[in-house]
């Protein structure tokens, strides 16, 4: 690793490892450029994707979603730090030899027990550095309450913008850091209060862009060409979905102005030699209006770029305004179809039909998009009638799916809906054990949503529509039984 990452500055924001190396982590990149704008001087270190690059292939799976299934998050990362020491040892030396007071590591929930074995080094020779965590892993309590000791200082929790600049201003402007304050918990009470989130900022637009100008773009997704671009156009989500967690580090969805956008893309384009984005929103289309602005923008540019993103079904999708997004350069969308039952997609509160959610399929394949969905099987209360509904789902709209990105069985986080309202959707799990080990009143559990997975993978296999499923349970013999039972091939379902 080159010492030139690490130099004399206020603070120096480090991505911990494990995280994707495809491209840079937006959060990061959001802080660097909010605080520079606001007069600190930011360094940062993406030390995810300098030990994934110098690591064997071998030792590369670590970086790898599979691995999330297969290991313990702290195996993971106790697993990267004993194979890195040397590399992990030569950047906090590297830190420790600046003048930098403060370090931000962005933390996950697997990262976020190596970035405390480094906030523990750290501490050990110089105590007086001030340490501090944000990110997902520091956002939601689990992964926080799951490591002791605990070496940071104060976990940063939610959108990080604005607190990092307030604890920032204080420190070193000698003020007392508003320790009670929304967003801020110091480790000390850790356990001792339950923290309000950040208040999140009404107008995204405030925040500006990330430049990733103290990153080095060239490390990511190295030995391939598509190096894309993270970029948000919103924060948060329009729907409410029983088992989704995601939606509440952003309790209030927020569209940028298109105009911004709109600026961001061509900063990118011009300065970045930019050729694709990645739109990673929750969904690109929670709003209508001011994505078809936007679209509008692009258009008028003339900017050869692609982008591919998240997407919801909803209804008033229409064709022409798909249609113009292949215009404005959208390559693919992934919907979060998740199921073909209306009963189950009920329950989920997802707010559409399976009937809805082929006609958005449809139209956006006809209008030239790349079309993807995600699948989610065995949510509390679906029968073997609902997973046939899936099936036929996928079977009857296999002309217009490019791909099934994700087949996953049910998760259940505690402080989801499904979690919280246990009762209302018929879960329970042993005392002592994962709530992931649920079982509904039907008495489904985890190994019958894993064989829903397994029979669901083997049947988009044959139909040739998966490229890319993350959830890969092993083969359920009963598949081909099942196909016969469904006689797909003649359509007959
Ligand atoms: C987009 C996304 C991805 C993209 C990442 C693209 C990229 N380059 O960033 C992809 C699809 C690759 C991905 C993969 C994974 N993801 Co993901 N992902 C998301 C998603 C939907 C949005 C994240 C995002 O970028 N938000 C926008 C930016 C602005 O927010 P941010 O990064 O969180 O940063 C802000 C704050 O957190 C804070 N902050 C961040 N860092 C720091 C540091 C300091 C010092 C401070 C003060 C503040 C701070 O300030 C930032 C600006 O406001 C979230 C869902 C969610 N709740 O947001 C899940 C989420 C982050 N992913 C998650 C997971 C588990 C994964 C995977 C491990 C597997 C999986 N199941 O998907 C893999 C990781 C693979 C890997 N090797 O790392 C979990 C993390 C759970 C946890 N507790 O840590 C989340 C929360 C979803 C969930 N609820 O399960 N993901
Ligand atoms: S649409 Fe997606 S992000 Fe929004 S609430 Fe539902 S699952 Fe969560």
């Known amino acids: 690793m080159t010492k030139d990452n690490v130099k004399d500055s206020d603070v120096h924001l480090v991505v911990a490892p494990p995280f994707f190396t495809k491209m840079p982590n937006i ?10 704008r606001r007069g600190f001087k930011v360094s940062v270190s993406d030390l995810s994707v300098k030990l994934y690059n110098s690591a064997s292939v071998e030792l590369k799976r670590f970086w790898n979603i599979d691995c999330v299934n297969n290991f313990f998050q702290s195996e993971i990362a106790e697993n990267i730090f004993k194979n890195f020491r040397k590399e992990i040892n030569k950047f906090l030396n590297d830190f420790l030899a600046t003048n930098t007071r403060v370090i931000g590591f962005s933390v996950n ?32 309590n689990h992964p926080r309450d799951q490591i002791r000791p605990n070496f940071s200082d104060i976990y940063v929790i939610g959108e990080g913008e604005v607190t990092l600049f307030n604890i920032l201003d204080a420190y070193f402007n000698n003020r007392e850091i508003a320790t009670d304050a929304p967003g801020i918990l110091l480790t000390k009470d850790l356990g001792k209060r339950q923290p309000l989130p950040s208040p999140i900022n009404p107008n995204l637009d405030e925040l500006f862009y990330p430049t990733f100008s103290g990153f080095d773009l060239k490390e990511y997704n190295q030995g391939d060409e598509y190096k894309p671009i993270p970029i948000l156009f919103s924060r948060g989500c329009v729907r409410r979905c029983a088992y989704c967690i995601d939606y509440h580090m952003w309790p209030k969805f927020r569209f940028r102005s298109p105009s911004l956008i709109m600026e961001e893309i ?19 289309n929670g709003d209508l209006r001011k994505l078809s602005e936007l679209c509008d923008l692009i258009i008028e540019s003339g900017l050869e770029f692609t982008w591919v993103s998240y997407a919801i079904i909803r209804k008033d999708m229409s064709f022409e305004l798909l249609e113009k997004m292949k215009r404005a350069n959208c390559d693919t969308l992934i919907y979060g179809v998740e199921n073909g039952s209306d009963r189950v997609l009920k329950l989920m509160g997802k707010g559409y039909t399976a009937e809805g959610a082929s006609e958005v399929i449809k139209n956006t394949h006809k209008a030239g998009i790349r079309t993807n969905i995600n699948i989610i099987v065995g949510f509390p209360g679906e029968t073997e009638e609902d997973f046939k509904q899936t099936i036929k789902f996928i079977y009857q709209n296999k002309d217009y799916i490019n791909e099934v990105t994700n087949i996953s069985g049910c998760t259940l986080f505690p402080t989801a809906d499904l979690g919280i309202h246990k009762e209302k959707y018929g879960v329970c799990w042993e005392e002592g054990t994962e709530p992931m080990l649920f079982h509904d009143a039907n008495g489904l559990g985890r190994e019958g949503r894993n064989e829903r997975v397994a029979k669901l993978v083997e049947i988009v296999n044959n139909l040739k529509l998966s490229k890319s499923i993350v959830n890969k349970p092993s083969l359920n013999p009963e598949v081909k039984e099942l196909m016969e039972l469904l006689d797909l091939e003649d359509g007959a379902i």
């Open 27 to 36: 959060g990061v990149g959001y802080l660097a450029s909010y605080l520079t």
């Open 109 to 140: 929930m697997i990262s976020i027990y190596l970035a405390n074995v480094m906030a523990k080094l750290i501490k050990e020779k110089d105590p007086q550095r001030l340490i501090i965590f944000g990110g997902p892993g520091a956002f939601y």
């Open 266 to 284: 061509r900063y990118h384009v011009t300065n970045n030699n930019a050729k694709a984005f990645e739109v990673i929103d929750l969904t690109c």
